[in-house]
């Protein structure tokens, strides 16, 4: 192998793992996974699904060290991504969701041991209770309740009503054993004290649901199948020791105790398990880019064309393929470069790395997220957004056969799409960053410096980082002006940022697009030679689609794309001859690629 091609493969890979670990992950998340055999049912996918995320389990190292491990742990759940989005869910669901919260918030605790073993052993799967169905923003103000019952000393879980039914879950087979970490308003005394966690057992061994547990299963979906029901808990009685305390306490005198201080740092304190999950969305955002963008160039390389300007031209001649297949292995190096910031320990992994966490953040009005960490919160959203337009574009890049012979794009793109949503709302994440952004809330605008350098060469990184961070000062500017002049004139708090919302998302979207440049710059000064052209046709592609923000700011003049078109061609005629060699680095399982079987 060159030099270029193995320096290539060690910034993929990254130099966290040596290769006996990876090798073992590898082997957890083996080949046979990557397919799934057809003429299943719904219910028997789903049981594959948790039967493969068995062995995985099994087969990988102890949760505890991979929870400890964020390399370990990404590198284990991005391969699950590549194999198969639903068995990633699951398995981003059991080991930091569940299993998160029991470590990290039951330490020393019997009731918590129990719920640990038994996920640990794999004798039972995890599940999340957070999300309710009925309201947005129901993690600000769970309306499940657990009453701290003074006769027993235990809890007593409840939903008020249909519409504050936990939904999704993973919850709807009817024969597997779950555990749940259940999110709840703690009610003692008569008043409500903050959300917390609960370990709940809600199927046993073979899948029977306790007492008071009502699991409606929902329809079944395609865009990412599992098996979700809504759960209902109806005067379901837990002891103490299944409240995951986090050193809060209800004493022998009843009194209750919260170190956290108030409800609000309560909460952002249970919202504390998201980083791994962060993290590893990040991480499978990367990994699932790079098997698109290499199905695209397998699409794509020596496939003829017929159009009348040029018959039999290869298809990859024609710059809007061309364009594609290059700018998505691009987009596949910059998240890749992304999901190595956040998870190369430090604090490069997230400014406020869990436990510093529930101090860390502004202050928040749409989710709990950014109090936890705002730029891994922004960096999920990004990476999610990114993963989703590259992901697309390879699917339609990759004509019918990317849509009718394999499902891989399509069960790729649901995932990507699921995460929008999913694991921090995206929308949510992006105003309250803007609102940080507008309060200079823990929040330092970037200085531009004077003019663009390098006498505004696109293809020099010091020129990206001006404009990014030019429009990010500037959208920062105009939307504390507007949001602070409308508050002085009268209106509301939720009148003068509903009038803000679409400059609010732009807003933090140049701040994520300024770090996401900033860490870029930075791969390209340490990372290989054959990198920089490849960080910098991604670096193209994000500044022509955030021409519309930074025209509308006045940080370039019109005729701006004309420029990013005319950079972006040079560097796709240098990148153009070196396309497989740059996507042999992503070091694919035969079954990614493998042309689709029906035919041969
Ligand atoms: C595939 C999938 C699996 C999931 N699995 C789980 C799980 O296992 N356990 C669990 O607890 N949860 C789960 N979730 C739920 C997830 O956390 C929520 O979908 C997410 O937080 C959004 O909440 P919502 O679904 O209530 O939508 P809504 O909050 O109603 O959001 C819908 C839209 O409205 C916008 N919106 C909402 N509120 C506001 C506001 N105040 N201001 C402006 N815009 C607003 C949002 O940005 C979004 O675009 C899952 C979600 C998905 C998609």
């Known amino acids: 192998?060159?030099?270029?091609?193995?320096?290539?493969?060690?910034?993929?890979?990254?130099?966290?793992?040596?290769?006996?670990?990876?090798?073992?992950?590898?082997?957890?998340?083996?080949?046979?996974?990557?397919?799934?055999?057809?003429?299943?049912?719904?219910?028997?996918?789903?049981?594959?699904?948790?039967?493969?995320?068995?062995?995985?389990?099994?087969?990988?190292?102890?949760?505890?060290?991979?929870?400890?491990?964020?390399?370990?742990l990404c590198a284990l759940l991005e391969r699950a991504a590549v194999a198969d989005p639903p068995l990633f869910h699951l398995m981003l669901l059991h080991y930091t969701l569940a299993l998160g919260p029991i470590l990290r918030f039951g330490a020393g605790q019997d009731g918590a041991r129990r719920a640990r073993e038994s996920l640990e052993s794999m004798a039972s799967f995890g599940t999340l209770l957070m999300t309710e169905v009925g309201r947005s923003n129901s993690h600000l103000s769970p309306r499940t309740v657990a009453r701290h019952d003074p006769a027993t000393g235990g809890f007593v879980l409840s939903t008020p009503d249909s519409r504050a039914a936990k939904f999704p879950t993973n919850t709807a087979h009817p024969d597997l054993p779950k555990t749940a970490a259940v999110?709840?308003?703690?009610?003692?005394?008569?008043?409500?004290?903050?959300v917390f966690v609960f370990a709940v057992p809600l199927r046993g061994p073979g899948g029977a649901v306790p007492p008071g547990v009502r699991i409606v299963p929902a329809p079944e979906t395609t865009g990412l199948q599992v098996d979700y029901a809504a759960v209902l808990l109806e005067d379901v009685r837990v002891p103490y020791e299944a409240w995951l305390r986090d050193g809060a306490s209800i004493g022998a005198d009843g009194a209750f105790h919260d170190p956290a201080g108030s409800a609000a740092a309560r909460l952002t304190r249970s919202m504390g398990i998201a980083p791994p999950?962060?993290?590893?969305?990040?991480?499978?955002?990367?990994?699932?880019?790079?098997?698109?963008?290499?199905?695209?160039?397998?699409?794509?390389?020596?496939?003829?064309t017929l159009g009348r300007l040029a018959p039999r031209r290869p298809l990859t001649d024609y710059r809007n393929q061309q364009e594609a297949v290059l700018g998505a292995i691009a987009s596949a190096y910059a998240l890749t470069a992304v999901a190595a910031h956040v998870t190369t320990p430090g604090p490069a992994a997230g400014g406020a790395a869990e436990g510093a966490a529930?101090?860390?953040?502004?202050?928040?009005?749409?989710?709990?997220?950014?109090?936890?960490?705002?730029?891994?919160?922004?960096?999920?959203?990004?990476?999610?957004?990114?993963a989703q337009e590259t992901v697309s574009a390879c699917r339609v890049h990759s004509g019918a056969p990317g849509f009718a012979a394999v499902e891989r794009?399509?069960?790729?793109?649901?995932?990507?799409h699921a995460y929008q949503n999913a694991g921090g709302d995206n929308e949510l994440i992006l105003y309250d960053t803007a609102r940080a952004?507008?309060?200079?809330?823990?929040?330092?605008?970037?200085?531009?410096g004077l003019g663009p350098p390098d006498d505004g060469d696109l293809d020099s990184p010091r020129v990206w980082l001006f404009l990014a961070r030019d429009a990010e000062r500037r959208m920062r500017d105009r939307l504390a002006?507007?949001?602070?002049?409308?508050?002085?004139?009268?209106?509301?708090?939720?009148?003068?940022?509903?009038?803000?919302?679409?400059?609010?998302?732009?807003?933090?979207?140049?701040?994520?697009?300024?770090?996401?440049?900033?860490?870029?710059?930075?791969?390209?000064?340490?990372?290989?030679?054959?990198?920089?052209?490849?960080?910098?046709?991604?670096?193209?592609?994000?500044?022509?689609?955030?021409?519309?923000?930074?025209?509308?700011?006045?940080?370039?003049?019109?005729?701006?794309?004309?420029?990013?078109?005319?950079?972006?061609?040079?560097?796709?005629?240098?990148?153009?001859?070196?396309?497989?060699?740059?996507?042999?680095?992503?070091?694919?399982?035969?079954?990614?690629?493998?042309?689709?079987?029906?035919?041969?």
């Open 1 to 72: 192998m060159n030099t270029d091609a193995e320096d290539l493969r060690q910034f993929v890979h990254g130099a966290s793992l040596d290769a006996k670990a990876r090798a073992r992950l590898e082997e957890a998340v083996p080949e046979e996974f990557f397919t799934v055999p057809g003429g299943l049912t719904a219910p028997d996918r789903h049981a594959l699904t948790y039967e493969r995320l068995r062995r995985a389990g099994l087969a990988a190292p102890p949760a505890g060290e991979l929870l400890a491990d964020p390399p370990a």
């Open 183 to 194: 999110y709840a308003t703690l009610v003692h005394g008569g008043e409500e004290r903050g």
């Open 437 to 448: 952004m507008a309060d200079l809330d823990r929040y330092v605008p970037p200085e531009p």
């Open 358 to 386: 529930a101090e860390g953040g502004p202050s928040t009005a749409w989710a709990p997220w950014s109090a936890v960490d705002r730029d891994l919160a922004l960096l999920k959203a990004a990476a999610t957004v990114q």
């Open 409 to 416: 794009l399509n069960a790729y793109r649901g995932l990507t």
């Open 277 to 304: 999950v962060w993290r590893a969305v990040i991480s499978a955002s990367a990994a699932i880019t790079r098997a698109s963008a290499e199905m695209l160039l397998a699409h794509s390389a020596g496939r003829a």
């Open 481 to 600: 002006g507007r949001v602070e002049a409308a508050l002085r004139g009268g209106e509301d708090a939720f009148t003068a940022w509903n009038g803000n919302l679409a400059l609010a998302a732009r807003t933090a979207t140049a701040c994520a697009d300024r770090v996401i440049l900033e860490i870029l710059a930075a791969a390209d000064g340490a990372g290989p030679r054959a990198l920089g052209p490849v960080l910098r046709l991604h670096a193209l592609d994000r500044l022509e689609r955030r021409a519309a923000g930074l025209l509308n700011e006045g940080v370039v003049p019109p005729g701006f794309l004309d420029e990013v078109w005319a950079a972006r061609r040079r560097t796709c005629d240098e990148l153009a001859p070196r396309a497989a060699e740059l996507a042999a680095a992503f070091e694919l399982p035969a079954p990614v690629t493998a042309p689709a079987a029906f035919l041969v």
